[in-house]
């Protein structure tokens, strides 16, 4: 599993015209799922991104977690973190995991993270201000 994490001032999911989520400061995960992952890797991906320090404390360091912070979570499915360019321009999905397999995988992850979220396999519109700008690719 993979994960795209942004530290934020504030993000939102809109689906077919109206919003379906919304934080204030904390982190908006993307989640992508590959073929073959399983619970092991949804658990540890949830664990590292609940203990990832990437707020400042009273010195400036980035030195606290989300929870430490008093962030808030939102997580959106993003097949595409599984992309394969090397070959063309057209993107391969292939390493992706089909819908049936990553979504339970993902909404594991949020479930664990007491995140919001996006609607799994709906087209969205996420909005987001990227507070630092802070933004890591978590694997698991």
């Given amino acids: 599993m993979r994960a795209l994490v942004q530290r934020v001032s504030r993000a939102a999911v809109e689906a077919g015209g109206r919003e379906v989520a919304s ?4 982190l908006l995960v993307l989640v992508g799922v590959r073929d073959g992952d399983g619970e092991a890797q949804a658990d540890r991906l949830a664990r590292k991104l609940l203990a990832l320090r990437l707020f400042e404390d009273a010195d400036g ?6 929870g430490e912070a008093g962030g808030e979570l939102l997580c959106v499915s993003q097949f595409t973190l599984y992309g394969d360019t090397r070959k063309g321009n057209r993107p391969s999905f292939l390493e992706a ?5 990553a979504e339970p995988l993902y909404e594991r992850v949020r479930e ?8 799994f396999g709906r087209r969205m ?3 987001l201000v990227n507070d630092g700008p802070v933004t890591l690719l978590v694997e698991a």
């Fill in 23 to 26: 934080i204030g400061p904390g």
């Fill in 61 to 66: 360091r980035m030195n606290l977690s989300v």
């Fill in 97 to 101: 995991a089909p819908p049936e397999a």
């Fill in 112 to 119: 664990a993270l007491g995140a919001q979220g996006g609607l």
């Fill in 125 to 127: 519109a996420v909005s």
